[in-house]
């Protein structure tokens, strides 16, 4: 009989408690930054195809520029940018844990690449004894489309590396 008691009680108690909460969808525009000021002005349209995603779901913008993730998955949004055009502002925004965030994306214009310079710096451990090939890394990259490099280094990376690329894929010959 207590144990009847014990249970009902509890089950009683289950059904008032309030149910986990699923987080909120994160919903936002990707848009073309016609005056590249990273806010969206009168007139600026949506730009469809654009990858969206959370970290656990890549999504599409619709044709207004629209998109919908289902959560704010690890708590950051990023967009993938197309190859003809450049982040006007962040690529990647923070939002919070519960979701329900309206997160838009500015894009600009820019004519389409054709090249590329794919400069890799992953975990240097500088000493003495690596310094001076360190160096020698770095003046190749500096030497090499300054002007590309930082744009690809802001695009890339913006503020999560506080430090600038280094070294540039090379062959074992070259080093």
């Given at each position: 009989?207590?144990?009847?008691?014990l249970?009902?009680?509890?089950?009683l108690?289950?059904?008032?408690?309030?149910?986990a909460?699923?987080?909120?969808?994160v919903?936002?525009?990707v848009?073309?930054?016609a005056?590249?000021?990273g806010h969206?002005?009168v007139?600026e349209?949506?730009l469809a195809?654009v990858?969206?995603?959370n970290?656990?779901e890549?999504?599409?913008?619709?044709p207004?520029?629209?998109?919908?993730l289902?959560?704010?998955?690890?708590g950051?949004v990023?967009?993938s940018v197309p190859?003809?055009h450049r982040?006007?502002g962040?690529?990647?925004k923070?939002?919070p844990?519960?979701?329900?965030?309206t997160v838009d994306f500015a894009?600009?214009a820019r004519?389409?690449?054709?090249?590329?310079?794919?400069?890799?710096a992953?975990d240097?451990?500088?000493?003495?004894?690596s310094?001076?090939?360190?160096?020698?890394f770095r003046?190749?990259?500096?030497?090499?489309?300054?002007d590309?490099?930082?744009i690809?280094?802001?695009e890339i990376?913006g503020?999560?590396?506080p430090?600038?690329?280094?070294?540039?894929?090379?062959t074992?010959?070259?080093?």
């Amino acid at each position: 009989m207590c144990k009847t008691v014990l249970a009902t009680v509890l089950v009683l108690a289950a059904g008032m408690l309030p149910a986990a909460q699923a987080p909120a969808p994160v919903t936002g525009v990707v848009f073309e930054d016609a005056n590249g000021n990273g806010h969206r002005d009168v007139g600026e349209r949506g730009l469809a195809g654009v990858s969206v995603s959370n970290q656990h779901e890549v999504v599409e913008s619709g044709p207004d520029g629209a998109y919908r993730l289902a959560s704010p998955g690890d708590g950051v949004v990023f967009v993938s940018v197309p190859n003809d055009h450049r982040a006007a502002g962040p690529f990647w925004k923070a939002v919070p844990g519960s979701g329900g965030a309206t997160v838009d994306f500015a894009l600009a214009a820019r004519p389409a690449r054709t090249t590329f310079t794919f400069i890799h710096a992953s975990d240097t451990h500088v000493s003495k004894e690596s310094l001076g090939r360190l160096q020698a890394f770095r003046s190749i990259a500096e030497a090499r489309r300054a002007d590309e490099m930082k744009i690809a280094h802001e695009e890339i990376f913006g503020p999560l590396l506080p430090i600038s690329a280094t070294a540039i894929s090379t062959t074992p010959s070259t080093m």
